[in-house]
């Protein structure tokens, strides 16, 4: 499965972003999906999650009642809708595939390139 993170920006505090992440080359709806982020000198973090049929969520205590995650099987995307953005949500989002809605990032076999989001203050 090849997948490619986009919808990244610069945004100013209070703001909103979608990040979308679009899949390739396998079967989109057999897998969870998962987003992470890394901001410079920090390790890579779990945001968000979502099962492989969308009935499951999971945010990580940070962003939750901010961010929604959810997902169109039928276009092969995942979806981030980001809300109430502040300078700490700056860093490279990633989006990664993997069979369950977990927070470690060692579970998810393929992941993205990343896109940039920053927030200005």
């Known amino acids: 499965v090849q997948l490619q993170a986009s919808g990244g920006g610069l945004v100013q505090s209070g703001g909103s972003l979608t990040l979308s992440c679009t899949a390739s080359?396998?079967?989109?709806?057999?897998?969870?999906v998962g987003w992470f982020r890394q901001a410079p000198g920090k390790e890579r973090e779990f945001v968000a999650a979502i099962s492989w049929n969308p009935g499951m969520t999971r945010y990580s205590d940070s962003v939750e009642g901010r961010f929604a995650v959810s997902r169109d099987n039928g276009k092969n995307t995942g979806y981030l809708q980001m809300n109430s953005l502040a300078p700490e949500d700056t860093a490279v989002y990633y989006c990664?595939?993997?069979?369950?809605?977990?927070?470690?990032?060692?579970?998810?076999?393929?992941w993205g390139q990343g896109t940039l989001v920053t927030v200005s203050s």
């Open positions: 080359g396998g079967t989109f709806s057999d897998y969870a």
């Open positions: 990664a595939a993997g069979p369950v809605i977990v927070p470690s990032p060692d579970v998810y076999a393929w």
